[in-house]
Every structure is written in C-alpha cells, then in structure tokens.
C-alpha cells in the first residue's frame, strides 16, 4: 500500500490537474491495476479541487485498498446493464474513464459476450451520462495491431485478424469501442483514446494470472519458475506510474484522438523469467510439454513516437527497477515478506 501512496504523490507533483475543479468524474473498473493508481491520483487531490468522485467496481474492494476508496462514492453493478438505476440519474458527470474491461486473457477468452459487452453496450451507456463539454476516455488495446509483423507500429495501422480469431471478441469489442469514440467526437465529445500495451506493477490481486505476475507467483510459492514454452515471444512492458502519467497528459493535453501507450523495456519471456528468478534466488525451468494461449501475439512492439514528441517524455521506469516493486508488491500478497 505504500508504493502505491508514495507513487501517486509522485504523479500529482508532475501532472497539472486544475481543470479538475469543482468537476464530477466517473472511473469504470476502479479496482483494477490502472483503476487504483487512477483512483489514487483523484483522492490525493480531491480536497484540493473540490472533486466529486465516483468509482465503478465490479469486484469487492481488496483490504489493501480500502484507504484508496474511503470517501469515493461507490456504484456497483453490471456496467452492461442499461437499466442499472446509475444510467436513469439526472446528473451527469463531467469526466468519465473507462477503464472497464477484462485485460487478463484467460478472463476474455472464458467471457467473450461480456468482453464484447463491456468494450460496446457499456460505453454507449457511459456517454449518455456525459456533460456537455466533457471529456472521456477510452482504455483500448494494442491487440488491435493482432497480426501485423512489423515493428515500431503506429497508430495508422490497424491489424490482419478476422473474426474467427481466437481472440476477437476481446479484439474486435475494442475496435468497435474505439468507433463508438469516433462517433462520439463527432457529436462534440472531446475523447481520448489510449491503446495500451501490457502494463504492470504494484496494485494486483492474487487471481492476476497474466504472464509477468504469474512468473512471479510460481517464484513465490514453488521451487522453480516452469515456463509454459521456450519463453522466446517478445514483450515490451511499461510500468504502472509510466501508464498512469501518460494516461492523464492524453486526457488532460493529447492534441489528437488516439495514442500508443507503453514502455521501452523490450524482453523476452525467457529473459523477464530469468530476471524474476534472479531476484527471488529461484531457477527457471523450461516445460517438457509446450502450452501456449489460444491466439497469443508473438511479439508485440508499438511505437510512442507520436506521444514522446508531444510529450518529450524520457524517464521511464527500467524493467529492473519495475520488476523489483511489483516483487515488492506481490510478496506483500501472498505472505512472503521473509523470502
């Protein structure tokens, strides 16, 4: 809880929030990774801007996180729910984040209706309860790029999957919520969309089985780090203050609609085992038997050309150091302290 409290402080200090004043905000999927360290930001400046915060939850809050949320008022519910009682008020918000979503795999993967759902029915939903001269954003993916092969991709491209893809209802929910942004733009939303790349960090829950958290997991409770394959796919991980801070500079400033948002710690999942393992003094083990997830990229790899010449953003948490505070993190999770 105190790498959270002392990041967020952080994050206040370099991002300037004043047209938060006296303003109404909503933020959709507040107890995930990035819905905290967001939630975190608002509350540490709340008094300051006279904010009325309201957070969507979809999962019970975590003790951990409880002096985060003390004071948010809190809805709770099915988001894709168009008559869920929050949908029917007659006070619309000023700002809302849409950080809804299943971002685990093997979640969207297991509920494709509702990561459909969640990426379409509730955002036009969640527009309905827009202020004029509001503004929204929209946490997208960067498996829309799904299929390309090429490097440094930016945002003018746009995958080759079809929509039998294993993956596609996580994939096209997110595209098809992107296009409900457009057409909200057009009626005179000012919305932002930010395509992400795996973010990690301090924040998780235990049931969190992507990659990077479950190599940890198994450093933590097992005597080795067993892949799942021979770990050769690249990744390209970004930290979770990293995502935050360039989540509210394209709210807050992004000149255009739509950004790449990710970190420069490029990897393989062989080598962020082996890193892992070298700080939980725990070795990495290659499986007898391959596993792989239904449709998995085989190397992801956006550019932030666009963000960093807006933002001239360069100091960006290492992997090393990451990895370290998310180990920090976890241990604190699972009772391991003494490892």
């Not at 709340?46 to 957070?55: A, D, G, H, M, P």
């Not at 997991?217 to 021979?230: E, F, P, R």
């Not at 739509?258 to 082996?274: C, F, H, P, Q």
Request: glycine content about 8%; hydrophobic content about 35%.
């Amino acid at each position: 809880m105190s790498i959270i409290t002392e990041e967020v402080k952080q994050i206040v200090c370099d991002i300037d929030f004043s047209q938060l004043q006296n303003k109404r905000i909503l933020v959709t999927g507040a107890s995930g990774l990035i819905g905290v360290y967001m939630v975190a930001c608002l509350k540490e400046i709340q008094t300051k801007y006279n904010i009325e915060l309201y957070v969507w939850l979809n999962s019970p809050i975590e003790p951990q996180f409880n002096n985060i949320f003390n004071g948010c008022i809190t809805i709770t519910g099915d988001i894709t729910n168009t008559n869920h009682p929050q949908f029917l008020l007659d006070d619309p918000f000023d700002y809302i984040l849409h950080l809804a979503g299943y971002g685990q795999p093997n979640k969207f993967l297991n509920n494709k209706t509702k990561t459909i759902s969640l990426n379409t029915t509730a955002t036009l939903n969640l527009f309905d309860n827009l202020n004029k001269n509001s503004k929204f954003l929209f946490v997208s993916t960067s498996e829309l790029y799904s299929g390309l092969d090429s490097d440094n991709i930016s945002e003018n491209e746009i995958g080759t999957t079809n929509t039998n893809h294993p993956r596609s209802a996580y994939i096209e929910g997110k595209r098809c919520g992107e296009a409900i942004c457009y057409a909200q733009k057009d009626n005179g939303v000012d919305v932002k969309i930010a395509r992400l790349s795996l973010a990690y960090g301090p924040g998780t829950k235990k049931d969190d089985d992507r990659v990077l958290n479950s190599l940890i997991q198994k450093g933590l409770i097992g005597d080795s780090i067993t892949l799942m394959d021979n770990g050769d796919a690249m990744r390209t991980y970004c930290y979770i203050t990293d995502v935050v801070e360039m989540f509210w500079n394209i709210l807050f400033f992004g000149k255009e609609i739509t950004y790449n948002v990710g970190g420069e710690s490029k990897t393989s999942i062989l080598e962020l085992a082996k890193l892992i393992g070298g700080n939980l003094n725990k070795p990495v083990v290659l499986p007898k038997v391959t596993q792989t997830l239904s449709g998995n990229p085989k190397n992801v790899n956006i550019s932030l050309k666009k963000y960093l010449n807006e933002f001239k953003k360069s100091n960006f948490v290492s992997l090393t150091d990451g990895i370290k505070k998310t180990i920090t993190w976890q241990k604190e999770l699972y009772g391991k302290n003494n490892l």
